[in-house]
């Protein structure tokens, strides 16, 4: 039956024979090529998920590395008339990437969808490498808001790269790639603050190394998008192992007896119950609600990866922790190291043994708790103050990657090939319209409950935290 190429078999060969059509190898395809290559090999793919994970990580490093210094740059800029006021305005610049994000992902997720995965990650890394360097040497609150807006608008890779994570490996290593794409972009998150942290207003900290007339003292910001710049020209070098993964066949066909095809086929064949083209994705509930509730949590977890910054680093007049951007360097480089370990030692059993609906409805669960704690920290001191504030910071990352990975599974699992990219573009597109709202909306409500500090309802910072606990009660319930 096997070598029947009609497929005009009889009896019950022919409700089997659309599942298992022989394949079509078009050896000019490089898409081909590497489904070729995943069936000739059943081993993990390292090279390739080893440098999409580099390229991942430095993708994700300049996203949230100004929070750590934000607070600093808006004060230096002098566009604040009082200090509470630096806040509201941090908000904005932090918002400004999001929005540019948004109005593209879904454009970047066609491009990949027609043109191939690779080139928007070389698009992405390139935008890195120049608009990122510009934003360190912003002289100007509007040079800095441009910047960012023009960094978002150029970084169309997180869609494409998930894509590509379960495109480039064989289907039962597909969960496990995507846990590598989260993990690497939650790594780059915490990693990015790590570097502002440490290595922002270096003619202050460093004297002995950084000159104040030197131009890394002239520009005191300059320094950690520079480092990050630079890393993305590795990453960028790193893309040329990376082999292309989309289907573009010509008129060069060869029939192939094996049926490397198989996996595609019956995952086209679920994509085909809910329609044709990208139209069919708003009416695919599973990816719909999917999306819905990744907005939701993507929402309070940008807020809080602002608001955490800005709070450590005000004074404790205003309910902050006195912090400085070193201080908040060496919080968040603890909770990348710690949250290395987590995703390689502890994820991967705790994704066996729990289905990932009820994972993600105790992450959030367990979330609420650990936000409301952070209001009581400013009354620790010494040991006592740095312990509880890197376990909160370590717990609530680990969380947001648990997430990140769990909601990667599903929107992936809910479409074809064909249709991953954009189905992903259409998810960050959606996330990133909440991701802008999040950083404005939260930095208005810290400027404010910072003027609040003896109010009688909701007393200062406590009017955040209100904010982000009704947040995830909302999660609980949409998951």
Known sequence: MGDDASGSGGGGAGAAEPLLKRARYHPSCPG??????????????????????????????????LFPFLYFMIRDLHVAKEEEDIGFYAGFVGASYMLGRALTSVLWGVVADKHGRKPVLVITLFSVVIFNTLFGLSSSYWMALTTRGLLGLLSGMLGPVKAYATEVCRKEHGHLALSLISSSRGIGLIVGQAIGGYLAQPADKYPDIFSVNSIFGRFPYFLPCLSISLLAVVALVACFWLP????????????????????????????????????SLFTNWALMSAITVYC?????????????SLWAVSDRKYGGLSFSSQDVGSVLSISGLLLLIYQILIYPSVAKSIDPITLVRRVALLTVPLLSSYPF???LSGFILQLAVNCASFLKNSFSVTT??????????????????????????????FKTIA????????SWAQKRQTALFLPGISYYDFFVTCTKFYILESS
């Open 32 to 65: 081909c090529r590497v489904d070729r290559r995943k069936e000739e090999s059943e081993g993990f793919p390292f090279t390739e998920l080893s440098c999409l994970w580099l390229v991942t990580i430095c993708s994700s490093l300049p996203i949230q590395s």
């Open 404 to 433: 990140m990975t769990v909601f990667s599974i599903l929107i992936n699992d809910a479409v074809s090939q064909d249709l991953r990219a954009s189905a992903n573009g259409l998810s960050i597109t959606l996330m990133s319209i």
């Open 377 to 379: 920290m400013p009354a």
């Open 439 to 446: 950083p404005a909306v939260a930095g208005v409500i810290f």
């Open 296 to 308: 939701i949590f993507s929402l309070q977890d940008v807020a809080y990866a602002e608001v955490f």
């Open 244 to 279: 292309e993964t989309l289907h573009i066949h010509t008129e060069d066909t060869i029939l192939d007896n094996s049926t490397e095809d198989v996996e595609q086929t019956i995952s086209d064949t679920n994509a085909e119950q809910n329609g044709g083209g990208c139209l």
